[in-house]
């Protein structure tokens, strides 16, 4: 089907129902569905383990319930526009700042028009919507009326085929990231909790009787001390004005950026507004910003222009060997809830942590041998992390590229389909 033969559409041409969301608090008990939000759209997929419930009678949750193929789109805010599409049979009712469009799947695939909805056709769109308003936000009739070019449903079939590929393969990733990590928990809190990290001959430390000392915070194994998160790190500080090397290409660590990918963004100074820290290999980045929503940074350091956010807290290992220990400290339940605890501001986003403050985090301080052992454990765990973040920033790239061409018919599917298939090889 060449592109001439495509039809445009409106979005509510392709709809058989518009729907603003329904008003809630959000709980993380388990009350009710779960509870859909804007908050929960701010990575390209829904992590739905993360997601809140809300309490809701059996009249509106038939109302509001989210079915496979539903789009729903963002209406307020900076967030204006950001979408999903519902690709899992998920019990989950949407929140009243989300608009939801049902497809109407005759017309339309679902998946053809998640791709449509994240390209910058799209988002050009919203811009034109929203441009000069004080309180950036779009109603559902606005965003119904964006036109788009529409193949028939086999074209699109094919389209959103070769795209998904691409976005399985992403989520794959995120699926053995997400297992890593845990892994990596699993192995902190067996050594460094339930101190059952391998003894001189292997054995389980604890368990076979190893001998322990009285501290403070109790109980510790002997040879071990105690501290503070001072004792391990120095929290680097040294800033650049990136607009003064207009030329030069950032790797830029940004809050947004860990939001939407947890891979920084390749910036040029003279893109970049204000000033920022300077960030060396070997060093950990911590939001110090809203502390209830966990951002730990291992960074890649892929070049040596790599900056941060300065709302990140440059934390810099005194000693090499404290490293993988360090990872595995900062990405503790334990060490967030220090964070929490020591925030101050006004509720919500708006909440910040010193960090001086989080130097007076307590910390065990087990002897080098031990932690030579456990970077030696944890090391790989973070090069494969890191290995398939980088894979799949490729991976977004390749489909980003792709996107607005088979939209545009600038290359037709066949072609699409030997790229993605070298894209994949490479990867593998």
């Given amino acids: 089907m060449s592109y001439s033969e495509w039809k445009t559409y409106s979005l509510k041409d392709i709809c058989t129902d518009i729907s603003y969301g329904y008003t809630a608090s959000a709980k993380e008990e388990k009350v009710g569905p779960k509870f859909l939000r804007i908050t929960d759209l701010r990575n390209e997929f829904i992590d739905w383990e993360s997601v809140p419930y809300c309490s809701i009678n059996e009249k509106d949750y038939k109302k509001y319930k989210l079915e496979i193929g539903d789009l729903c789109i963002a209406r307020t805010g900076a967030t204006t526009g950001i979408n999903t599409v519902i690709e899992e049979d998920v019990d989950a009712v949407f ?191 911590v939001s110090k910003l809203n502390p209830t929503t966990k951002r730990v940074w291992d960074p890649l350091c892929i070049t040596e222009n790599a900056i941060s956010s300065t709302e990140f807290i440059n934390y810099l290992p005194k000693d090499i060997s404290y490293q993988s220990y360090l990872y595995c400290m900062l990405n503790s339940e334990r060490f967030s809830e220090h964070l929490i605890k020591h925030a101050t501001g006004s509720t919500g986003s708006r909440q910040r942590v010193k960090p001086a403050e989080t130097l007076t985090f307590n910390v065990i301080l087990p002897d080098t041998e031990t932690l030579k052992k456990f970077d030696n454990l944890i090391r790989p765990i973070r090069e494969k992390l890191k290995i398939n973040q980088i894979n799949s920033a490729v991976l977004k790239d390749v489909r980003d590229i792709l996107l607005p061409k088979l939209m545009s018919g600038e290359i037709r599917v066949p072609d699409a389909e030997r790229e993605v298939e070298e894209c994949l090889q490479k990867s593998n």
């Fill in 95 to 285: 929140a009243s700042y989300l608009v939801r469009f049902k497809l109407n799947k005759e017309i339309v695939d679902p998946t053809f028009i998640k791709y449509i909805f994240k390209s910058n056709m799209w988002y050009g769109y919203v811009n034109s919507i929203i441009s000069g308003s004080a309180q950036p936000g779009a109603n559902a009739q606005q965003m119904s009326n964006f036109k788009m070019s529409i193949p028939d449903l086999d074209e699109q079939k094919k389209i959103a085929s070769v795209l998904s590929v691409l976005d399985k393969k992403i989520v794959l990733n995120n699926k053995i990231n997400k297992t890593l990590e845990e892994m990596a928990q699993a192995i902190f809190k067996r050594w460094f909790v339930d101190f059952e990290f391998p003894n001189e001959n292997g054995k389980p430390y604890k368990s076979s009787g190893g001998k322990f000392v009285e501290s403070e915070s109790g109980m510790i194994p002997e040879g071990w001390k105690e501290g503070t998160l001072d004792n391990l790190v120095v929290i680097n500080t040294a800033s650049v004005d990136p607009k003064e090397n207009p030329e030069i290409l950032y790797e830029h660590y940004s809050i947004p950026a860990f939001d939407e990918q947890k891979y920084p963004k390749f910036e040029y100074g003279r893109e970049i507004k204000s000033n920022k820290y300077l960030v060396r290999p070997n060093s950990f980045l």
